[in-house]
């Protein structure tokens, strides 16, 4: 079975541009959740969606956003961008609903963005 | 708050030691616990997880068993590997539910032949 896919996995952007970037979740989980993980530190959490709705939200700036289509896929959208956007972009997908405890997430290979 | 605090990186070690990474926890009641892997130019793997106290998660050699005394969650191997070099990820997800997953900083693992 596929796991959790990120297109593109790297790209280059000027600063002021936008970027979006992809992920499509394993199939049969409903919820997809964006980290951004900069190098050298932990992954940071983005936002959270479950069943096309957004359910969290970390402390990111409004130039970040995030839609889920009813396939369950989902993308992240950076506006304006910043030389310190430059990180590498996950998407995670799980089975469970957030309702519930003990749920496992599984990562995507990542988006490598790199501002200049 | 939530929060995971690991020990610091690099550590180095000889092909077949033991190996410790320390990892505590602050958060309300009983998260779930975590160890994510991340190889040189990939995303994470999920290595092993806990979801109550006392359980020990196992996976490739490496297990780590969730204290709530300590609030502790320790990843253990017994004898590493050159492959096993990589960065070590303690996470956890707050017992009130969601994804939200909250990562320690990372420990960077060199073993060498």
């Known amino acids: 079975d596929a796991g959790v896919t990120q297109s593109p996995t790297h790209l280059i952007k000027t600063r002021g541009q936008h970027v979006t970037l992809r992920c499509s979740p394993i199939?049969?989980?409903?919820?997809v959740s964006w980290y951004q993980q900069v190098l050298g530190q932990g992954p940071q959490f983005i936002f959270q969606y479950y069943e096309k709705e957004e359910r969290g939200r970390g402390n990111f700036p409004d130039r970040f956003s995030a839609r889920q289509f009813p396939n369950y896929s989902s993308e992240l959208n950076v506006n304006a961008l910043l030389l310190g956007d430059s990180a590498l972009y996950l998407c995670a997908s799980s089975l469970g609903s957030p309702l519930s405890s003990g749920n496992t997430i599984y990562f995507g290979e990542g988006s490598w963005l790199t501002v200049v | 708050g939530n929060s995971v605090t690991q020990m610091e990186g690099p550590v180095t070690l000889s092909e077949e030691a033991f190996l410790t990474i320390n990892c505590t926890y602050t958060a309300t009641g009983y998260p779930s616990l975590f160890w994510y892997v991340q190889y040189p130019g990939e995303g994470l793997q999920l290595l092993l997880k806990a979801t109550k106290a006392d359980d020990k998660g196992s996976n490739k050699g490496f297990e780590a068993t969730y204290r709530k005394e300590t609030t502790s969650f320790h990843l253990e191997k017994g004898s590493v590997q050159v492959s096993d070099s990589a960065v070590y990820f303690c996470a956890l997800i707050p017992n009130t539910g969601g994804f939200k997953t909250i990562f320690g900083a990372g420990t960077r693992l060199f073993v060498k032949a």
């Open positions: 199939s049969g989980h409903k919820s």
